[in-house]
C-alpha cells in the first residue's frame, strides 16, 4: 500500500453537492417577521440563491443589475445552484474550499495528468463544475 494522505470516502460529486442552504422561518409576535438564517460563508452564489428562492436583490444597484442581467445562466434545483452551459446541459456551481479540491483532485489526484492551466479549467468544467473565477484560478494553482 502507497504511503500518502488520508482521503476521503466520498465521492467528489457527493462533497459539491453539500453546498451552503438558505432557510426561512417567521418568528411570530406583534408583527410578523422573517429571519433568513445562512449555514456556510458568504459565497459568489448567495446572491443568485437568494434572488431565485425569495426574489432579494442586493442593497447595491449594480450588484443587483449584474444579478438580474446574468441569472437566465442559472437555476436553482432542491437548493443548489446549477449554471446551464453551452456545451454542457447543466454545471454544478463551486466556490472556495470545494473549487480547490476539485483543482487539487483533477492535476495531482489519481487521474492527474499535471496539465496547464487553461486544459485543467476545461477538464474542470468537462467534468461538469463551474465557478465564475475558474480560468484564472486554475492557470496560478498550475503555475
Known amino acids: 500500500m502507497s504511503e500518502g494522505r488520508e482521503r476521503s470516502h466520498r465521492s467528489l460529486t457527493q462533497e459539491t453537492?453539500?453546498?451552503s442552504r438558505i432557510s426561512t422561518y417567521t418568528v411570530l409576535?406583534?408583527?410578523s417577521l422573517q429571519v433568513y438564517v445562512v449555514e456556510g460563508g458568504e459565497t459568489w452564489m448567495m446572491p443568485y440563491k437568494r434572488y431565485v428562492a425569495d426574489?432579494?436583490?442586493p442593497l447595491k444597484p449594480t450588484e443587483a443589475r449584474k444579478i438580474k442581467k446574468n441569472l437566465t445562466k442559472y437555476t436553482l434545483i432542491d437548493g443548489e445552484l446549477f449554471r446551464h452551459g453551452f456545451t454542457h446541459p447543466i454545471?454544478?456551481?463551486v466556490s472556495?474550499?470545494?473549487c480547490a479540491r476539485i483543482m487539487e483532485e483533477l492535476h495531482e489526484g489519481i487521474c492527474g495528468s499535471h496539465i496547464g492551466g487553461r486544459s485543467l479549467a476545461s477538464k474542470a468544467i468537462r467534468a461538469g463544475y463551474y465557478c465564475p473565477t475558474i480560468?484564472?484560478?486554475y492557470t496560478k494553482y498550475a503555475q
Open 55 to 57: 426574489g432579494i436583490l
Open 91 to 93: 454545471l454544478v456551481c
Open 29 to 31: 409576535g406583534e408583527e
Open 96 to 98: 472556495g474550499e470545494q
Open 17 to 19: 453537492l453539500k453546498t
Open 135 to 137: 480560468r484564472e484560478d
